[in-house]
Structures are given as C-alpha cells and as structure tokens.
C-alpha cells in the first residue's frame, strides 16, 4: 500500500502523555494524538506511533490520511471501564443491535467517513481482553451490543495488516460500508468457547 511509509508527520503516544503500563488509562492520550494529526491531513498525512508497552484504551476514532503503528512489543489493552465505550445507533441495515435491542458500543478503533487509513504494525498485539464482555454476555447482562476491535464505517482505501488481535469482545475486524480494504498479516487468537470472536466480517463492501 503506497502510503504505508509516506507519511510527512509522525509523533508516538508518549509525546501525548501516555503511559504503557498496563494500568493507566490511555484513552485521552490516543484521542489527543489524533486530534493534533488531524490538523496534517492534507500537508501528507500524519502516523501515530505506539511504542513498547501495554497501552490500556478505551474506545478512540481515527482520520483520514492516517497510519496508526504498532512496534512489535507495543499491546493495545482494551480498558474494563464500560464509561471509556461509547454507545452508537445501531448499524442502518441492522435495525438493533446483536446482542440487545438498543444501540451498541463503539469499537476498539472506528472510524467513519473516511480515506486512505492503515491500521498496521511490526506484530504488535491489540488485546480485547474479551472475558469481561462474554461473562455479560453469557449472563444476559448486556444492555447494548458488545464492541468490535476495529471497525471503519462508509470508508475507502483501508489497510489492516501485520497484526495480532487477541480475545476480542465479539467480532474481531468489521470493515462495513466500505471499498477498497487490504487485510493481510493478521493473526486471530480467542478461545473456542467465546461467543462471535468471528475473524474478518467485511460487511456491505465493495
């Protein structure tokens, strides 16, 4: 993918405050990062590097013209805190959300509207750390629909490569709406009892 190594900005989680510890939240330090990039977007678009470390995260949105990049010792840890998952409408064609009526929580890493984005790395991992969510799950305490570790809504031009996901909350990558998507290198872990780990749903993609 042409813009894998073509980015004119780049700046690393640390420069934003965050903290790879395993226990400190990063959910304002990604959203920071990004908000600060977006202003590159059309000066050549712009990287956010994750280096080393556990990242504990909620739920943040990428740009267009954006690379997020993980070293290979970096892990994405999906935070616990049901406060750092939004709550969107469910999907147009849907109607309601799969796990309950009501709307769903937003994925991981989502994005809408837009182009040219890559969600990549040297193997780093993105953890779901999904036994939260199937315990919910399994004891019907779900108010609305469990998120997805990476979904990009209405969107072209979309490459998910070189990636470990592990123990996702439901399914693991859902591009939907969406053209032109690359998914390649990626490596899917989750025990066989979890509920809907499914791998890659590309879903109303052309």
Not at 5 to 13: F, K, P, Q
Not at 123 to 139: A, K, L, M, R, V
């Amino acid at each position: 993918y042409s813009a894998l190594n073509c980015r004119a900005h780049s700046v690393s989680l640390k420069d934003f405050g965050g903290v790879g510890d395993g226990k400190t939240s990063n959910t304002k330090a990604f959203k920071s990062a990004i908000s600060h990039l977006s202003q590159n977007a059309s000066e050549g678009g712009s990287q956010l590097y994750v280096p080393a470390g556990k990242w504990l995260t909620g739920s943040f949105s990428l740009i267009s013209h954006f690379t997020l990049y993980l070293h290979k010792d970096a892990v994405l840890l999906a935070s616990q805190d049901i406060n750092e998952w939004p709550v969107i409408k469910p999907l147009p064609s849907y109607g309601r959300g799969r796990d309950a009526a009501a709307g769903r929580h937003t994925s991981l890493i989502f994005g809408t509207n837009l182009t040219d984005v890559i969600v990549t790395g040297d193997n780093g991992t993105i953890d779901g750390q999904g036994s939260f969510w199937w315990q919910q799950f399994h004891n019907k305490k779900l108010k609305y629909t469990r998120p997805y570790l990476i979904e990009l809504m209405f969107s072209d031009n979309i490459q998910i490569s070189n990636l470990t996901l592990l123990d996702s909350p439901s399914w693991n990558i859902h591009p939907v709406y969406s053209s032109n998507i690359i998914i390649k290198g990626i490596t899917i872990i989750a025990p066989i009892r979890s509920p809907n780990t499914d791998g890659i749903n590309p879903d109303s993609c052309t």
